[in-house]
T-cell receptor, first 110, second 115 residues
Framework: QKEVEQDPGPLSVPEGAIVSLNCTYSNSAFQYFMWYRQYSRKGPELLMYTYSSGNKEDGRFTAQVDKSSKYISLFIRDSQPSDSATYLCAMSYTGNQFYFGTGTSLTVIP | SQTIHQWPATLVQPVGSPLSLECTVEGTSNPNLYWYRQAAGRGLQLLFYSVGIGQISSEVPQNLSASRPQDRQFILSSKKLLLSDSGFYLC??????????????FGNGTRLTVT
């Protein structure tokens, strides 16, 4: 079993839709959770960084962590064509080790 | 603010040739530094990480090596490239000294094609 599971998609939505991206994990020791956005041929860009359970909001983006279910989500409200990218989840429990999902490809259609 | 520079952006090299990819971080000192390789559909594979000058940990036995000659400089090398070394190489850094509370920050990567 992989440490982090992420549906690769692809996911295609119309502009203005609410997007939900999800990851599940198996290691209950994970405490820090990240979402990255990666455009084609670019490096991943940190979008959200959260600790433990709960929600964190930043503009149109909301990160949600449910440690009891070992499940994290990223919601994108009012999605835009510029949100079209691959989204990676990541998590850690030590300072030097990070565990990544394989990424979900998102296309927002104008 | 902190920035990370990685070059070159793309590279085409013949099998058996040497490799040197360089990464530098600005705006922070004594960072943790990382080299990852990203393959389509397979996620990010950690190759090396470094907690200080001259301190390198290798995660995967392979044809590559890493060095950290200066605090904010991280170099990925190979003496003889293999076809299987083709991929997208990413350098990243994180802050040291805040316990676990520091995410990774990535450079824009080098796309390496070995022919």
């Amino acid at each position: 079993q992989k440490e982090v599971e992420q549906d690769p998609g692809p996911l295609s939505v119309p502009e203005g839709a609410i997007v939900s991206l999800n990851c599940t994990y198996s290691n209950s020791a994970f405490q820090y959770f990240m979402w990255y956005r990666q455009y084609s041929r670019k490096g991943p860009e940190l979008l959200m960084y959260t600790y433990s359970s709960g929600n964190k909001e930043d503009g149109r983006f909301t990160a949600q962590v449910d440690k009891s279910s070992k499940y994290i989500s990223l919601f994108i409200r009012d999605s835009q064509p510029s949100d079209s990218a691959t989204y990676l989840c990541a998590m850690s429990y030590t300072g030097n080790q990070f565990y990544f999902g394989t990424g979900t490809s998102l296309t927002v259609i104008p | 603010s902190q920035t990370i520079h990685q070059w070159p952006a793309t590279l085409v090299q013949p099998v058996g040739s040497p490799l040197s990819l360089e990464c530098t971080v600005e705006g922070t000192s004594n960072p943790n530094l990382y080299w990852y390789r990203q393959a389509a559909g397979r996620g990010l594979q950690l190759l090396f990480y470094s907690v200080g000058i001259g301190q390198i940990s290798s995660e995967v036995p392979q044809n590559l090596s890493a060095s950290r000659p200066q605090d904010r400089q991280f170099i990925l090398s190979s003496k003889k490239l293999l076809l299987s070394d083709s991929g997208f190489y990413l350098c990243a850094w994180s802050v040291k000294g805040r316990g676990n509370n520091s995410p990774l920050h990535f450079g824009n990567g080098t796309r390496l094609t070995v022919t």
